[in-house]
Protein backbone atom coordinates (compact mmCIF):
# COMPACT_ATOMS: atom_id res chain seq x y z
CA UNK A 1 0.00 0.00 0.00
CA UNK A 2 1.54 3.49 -0.85
CA UNK A 3 -0.27 6.60 1.05
CA UNK A 4 0.94 9.97 -0.82
CA UNK A 5 0.60 13.18 1.58
CA UNK A 6 0.72 16.58 -0.22
CA UNK A 7 1.95 19.70 1.49
CA UNK A 8 3.06 23.27 1.14
CA UNK A 9 -0.14 24.77 -0.77
CA UNK A 10 -1.26 28.04 0.40
CA UNK A 11 -1.81 31.88 -1.38
CA UNK A 12 1.19 33.65 -2.98
CA UNK A 13 0.95 36.76 -4.57
CA UNK A 14 1.48 36.18 -8.56
CA UNK A 15 5.24 35.82 -9.44
CA UNK A 16 5.90 34.56 -6.31
CA UNK A 17 6.74 31.28 -5.50
CA UNK A 18 5.88 27.96 -3.48
CA UNK A 19 7.29 24.60 -2.98
CA UNK A 20 4.94 21.43 -2.90
CA UNK A 21 6.27 18.26 -1.19
CA UNK A 22 4.81 14.68 -1.43
CA UNK A 23 6.46 12.23 1.12
CA UNK A 24 5.44 8.50 0.40
CA UNK A 25 5.61 5.92 2.33
CA UNK A 26 6.82 2.51 0.92
CA UNK A 27 9.64 2.48 -1.51
CA UNK A 28 8.63 3.54 -4.80
CA UNK A 29 10.98 6.19 -5.46
CA UNK A 30 13.91 4.89 -7.24
CA UNK A 31 11.62 2.28 -9.32
CA UNK A 32 8.39 4.16 -9.88
CA UNK A 33 7.47 7.53 -11.91
CA UNK A 34 5.59 10.32 -9.85
CA UNK A 35 3.61 12.69 -11.22
CA UNK A 36 2.25 16.42 -10.13
CA UNK A 37 -1.35 16.88 -11.64
CA UNK A 38 -3.62 19.57 -10.75
CA UNK A 39 -7.36 20.59 -11.13
CA UNK A 40 -7.95 24.33 -11.95
CA UNK A 41 -11.73 25.43 -10.63
CA UNK A 42 -14.46 24.27 -13.34
CA UNK A 43 -11.73 22.38 -15.23
CA UNK A 44 -10.45 18.46 -15.83
CA UNK A 45 -7.57 17.31 -13.60
CA UNK A 46 -4.53 17.70 -15.70
CA UNK A 47 -0.30 16.62 -15.54
CA UNK A 48 1.72 19.21 -14.53
CA UNK A 49 4.95 17.36 -14.61
CA UNK A 50 6.18 13.61 -14.14
CA UNK A 51 9.68 12.43 -12.86
CA UNK A 52 10.69 8.88 -14.20
CA UNK A 53 12.32 6.75 -11.32
CA UNK A 54 15.55 7.47 -13.28
CA UNK A 55 14.98 11.02 -12.71
CA UNK A 56 14.09 11.85 -16.30
CA UNK A 57 11.62 14.87 -15.89
CA UNK A 58 8.79 16.21 -18.22
CA UNK A 59 6.35 18.79 -17.80
CA UNK A 60 3.12 20.57 -19.33
CA UNK A 61 3.10 23.05 -21.84
CA UNK A 62 1.75 25.93 -19.32
CA UNK A 63 4.14 25.47 -16.50
CA UNK A 64 7.50 24.60 -18.68
CA UNK A 65 10.61 26.69 -17.63
CA UNK A 66 8.75 28.26 -14.78
CA UNK A 67 8.20 24.84 -12.86
CA UNK A 68 10.55 22.32 -11.62
CA UNK A 69 9.52 18.68 -10.40
CA UNK A 70 12.09 16.96 -8.17
CA UNK A 71 12.97 14.06 -6.14
CA UNK A 72 14.88 12.55 -2.78
CA UNK A 73 15.05 9.04 -2.72
CA UNK A 74 16.53 8.81 0.54
CA UNK A 75 13.76 10.88 2.04
CA UNK A 76 11.04 9.00 -0.55
CA UNK A 77 9.77 12.65 -1.06
CA UNK A 78 8.84 14.47 -4.46
CA UNK A 79 9.08 18.13 -4.90
CA UNK A 80 7.33 20.31 -6.92
CA UNK A 81 8.92 24.38 -7.73
CA UNK A 82 6.77 26.76 -8.81
CA UNK A 83 8.67 29.84 -9.28
CA UNK A 84 6.92 32.89 -11.54
CA UNK A 85 3.30 32.29 -10.55
CA UNK A 86 0.27 33.28 -12.08
CA UNK A 87 -2.91 33.55 -10.63
CA UNK A 88 -4.22 30.85 -13.54
CA UNK A 89 -1.89 28.34 -11.43
CA UNK A 90 -4.50 28.55 -8.96
CA UNK A 91 -6.13 24.89 -8.19
CA UNK A 92 -5.77 22.25 -6.01
CA UNK A 93 -2.18 20.00 -6.66
CA UNK A 94 -1.89 16.48 -6.48
CA UNK A 95 0.62 14.10 -6.77
CA UNK A 96 0.20 10.70 -7.91
CA UNK A 97 2.23 7.51 -9.14
CA UNK A 98 0.83 4.11 -10.59
CA UNK A 99 2.02 0.93 -9.83
CA UNK A 100 1.11 -2.11 -11.74
CA UNK A 101 -3.09 -1.77 -12.07
CA UNK A 102 -3.26 0.80 -9.75
CA UNK A 103 -2.95 4.40 -9.23
CA UNK A 104 -2.57 6.17 -6.09
CA UNK A 105 -3.15 9.69 -5.51
CA UNK A 106 -2.83 12.30 -2.46
CA UNK A 107 -5.45 14.26 -1.06
CA UNK A 108 -4.04 17.22 -2.93
CA UNK A 109 -3.58 20.50 -1.52
CA UNK A 110 -4.62 24.09 -2.67
CA UNK A 111 -2.68 26.91 -4.22
CA UNK A 112 -4.26 30.15 -4.58
CA UNK A 113 -2.65 32.89 -6.30
CA UNK A 114 -3.92 36.07 -6.08
CA UNK A 115 -2.85 39.61 -5.40
Known amino acids: QVQLVESGGGWVQPGRSLRLSCPAS????????LNWYRQRPGKQRELVATITGGGTTKYGDSVKGRFTISKNNAKNTVYLQMNSLKPEDTAVYYCRTSIGTKDYWGQGTQVTVSS
Open 26 to 33: GSIFSRYA
